[in-house]
């Protein structure tokens, strides 16, 4: 089946992207959670303590996002195996040090943004306010989240 290129076309558009976030949120929350599980050093109090307080306002967003989906009459990925084969952000490698788990975050997070700036444009030209507004939410937090950790990297 080939893809719609036509970013107007109809709400399988919206429900693919999404299920995209839900997988993307799926997989990130594993990794905060590994993150959380193995930070060292220095900044282990803060960081773990960081890292709880992102997967659990993580946890919010995916539900949120698969009820969005459900209201719509979509059907949420589920699975890990789907989430891993949808998602855009990767698993964590479990060879992060302090810092690269920080920067990977900025990364998953500015990657994850992206993506729901297009689910935006989207949803408004489909008419579909709610998610729109579910995406700039998002967004807006995950934006505010990347300019904490790179000032917390320096």
Same mark, same amino acid.
């Given at each position: 089946?080939?893809? =719609?290129? %036509?970013?107007?076309?109809?709400? #399988?558009?919206?429900?693919?992207?999404? %299920?995209?976030?839900?997988? %993307?949120?799926?997989?990130?929350?594993?990794?905060? +959670?590994?993150? +959380?599980?193995?930070?060292? *050093?220095?900044?282990?109090?803060?960081? +773990?303590?960081?890292?709880?307080?992102?997967?659990?306002?993580? #946890?919010?967003?995916?539900?949120?996002?698969?009820?969005?989906?459900?209201?719509?009459?979509? /059907?949420?990925?589920? /699975?890990?195996?789907?989430?891993?084969?949808?998602?855009?952000?990767? &698993?964590?490698? *479990?060879?992060?040090?302090?810092? =690269?788990?920080?920067?990977?975050?900025?990364?998953?997070? /500015?990657?994850?943004?992206? &993506?729901?700036?297009? *689910?935006?444009?989207?949803?408004?030209? *489909?008419?579909?306010?709610? #998610?729109?507004?579910?995406?700039?939410?998002?967004?807006?937090?995950?934006?505010?989240?990347?300019?904490?950790?790179?000032?917390?990297?320096?």
């Amino acid at each position: 089946m080939a893809k =719609a290129t %036509n970013k107007a076309s109809s709400s #399988t558009s919206i429900e693919q992207i999404l %299920n995209r976030q839900v997988a %993307n949120l799926n997989v990130l929350y594993v990794k905060i +959670h590994n993150y +959380h599980w193995y930070v060292k *050093g220095e900044q282990f109090f803060s960081l +773990h303590v960081k890292f709880e307080e992102l997967y659990d306002d993580i #946890t919010l967003k995916m539900d949120e996002v698969a009820e969005r989906l459900l209201s719509i009459k979509g /059907t949420p990925a589920a /699975t890990l195996k789907e989430y891993l084969e949808i998602a855009s952000v990767e &698993e964590a490698t *479990g060879k992060e040090d302090t810092r =690269a788990m920080v920067q990977t975050l900025i990364e998953d997070f /500015t990657t994850i943004a992206e &993506e729901l700036a297009e *689910g935006i444009e989207l949803a408004e030209e *489909g008419g579909d306010q709610p #998610t729109g507004d579910l995406f700039i939410k998002i967004r807006s937090d995950l934006e505010k989240q990347s300019w904490m950790l790179r000032s917390f990297l320096g």
